[in-house]
């Protein structure tokens, strides 16, 4: 891709003073953290279970919804249009796939998020209204996490589940990227393009290290849920007739 190949030299000339790499500084403990969660700690393992991987996709579909709506809302905002690229990088439609493929064509009635999830929502409709230019901090958080170690989980679960081929996986695949290493570089270079005051910068940081918190309280809800909630009890409150079930726990 031509936008692609621009990128490299963007990527060489980056600097300590750059917010990719300051962001990535900053959350690097958090993700430590992030990775040792039971959730993900059971993908690297190769155990994840249906259960678990079917409940992280519900709660996904509530978070990409928000996100990408907020983002589609402020994607002429300065802050945001740099990092808007929802034909490469839109999650909904494709988490929509696999929660049809899991749940059947109702699966809208079906899914259901621990209350953990519907504070990251919270707060990302938050930012949206208030602080548009901190969508980067949440986009970044949860895109370049799916571009990066998230295609080694997609493979995990594969194996992990049992599953032919791509199928109930569309979520790992990014259709409209075609080097997954030159699409990061670029958005990074996109990402140290956006103009900040040294508040707002800090801010930004700040709240990519909420963004990976708000991920690590949405995995242990979703752990919490399978321990505690027998399945029946999960099957019951599917049936409930809210838009979305939230189970507080
Ligand atoms: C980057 C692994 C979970 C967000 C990466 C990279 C790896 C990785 C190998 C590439 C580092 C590099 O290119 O320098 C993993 C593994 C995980 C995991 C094995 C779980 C078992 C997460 C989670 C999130 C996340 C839960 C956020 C919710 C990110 C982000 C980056 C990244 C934002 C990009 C860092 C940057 O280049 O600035 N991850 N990760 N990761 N990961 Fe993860």
Same mark, same amino acid.
């Given at each position: 891709m031509e936008t692609e190949k621009k990128s490299l030299t963007s990527a060489e000339q980056m600097?300590?003073?750059?917010l990719s790499e300051q962001i990535k500084k900053v959350t690097m403990e958090i993700h430590t953290r992030a990775e040792k969660t039971e959730l993900m700690m059971s993908f690297m393992r190769g155990q994840v279970t249906l259960a678990q991987y079917k409940l992280l996709l519900c709660s996904l579909y509530e978070v990409y919804q928000t996100l990408e709506e907020e983002m589609d809302r402020n994607s002429n905002h300065p802050g945001v249009a740099p990092i808007y690229f929802p034909t490469e990088l839109a999650r909904l439609e494709a988490i929509a796939k696999d929660l049809e493929y899991f749940y059947g064509r109702d699966w809208r009635e079906k899914i259901i998020v621990p209350a953990a999830t519907k504070r990251y929502c919270h707060r990302l409709r938050q930012i949206g209204k208030e602080? $548009?230019?901190?969508l980067l901090a949440h986009a970044y958080t949860r895109y370049l996490g799916d571009l990066s170690g998230g295609q080694v989980l997609g493979r995990i679960a594969q194996k992990s589940m049992g599953l032919k081929g791509s199928e109930g996986l /569309? *979520? *790992?695949? *990014? $259709?409209?990227? /075609?080097?997954p290493t030159l699409f990061k570089q670029l958005y990074r270079s996109r990402m140290n393009s956006v103009e900040l005051t040294e508040e707002e910068r800090n801010g930004m940081l700040e709240e990519a290290v909420r963004a990976f918190e708000l991920n690590i309280q949405v995995f242990d809800d979703l752990q919490n849920m399978l321990l505690t909630v027998p399945e029946k009890k999960l099957q019951t409150c599917s049936?409930? /007739?809210?838009p979305v079930n939230t189970l507080q726990i």
């Open positions: 600097t300590d003073r750059d602080n $548009p230019e901190f /569309s *979520f *790992f695949a *990014f $259709p409209g990227v /075609s080097n049936t409930q /007739s809210k």
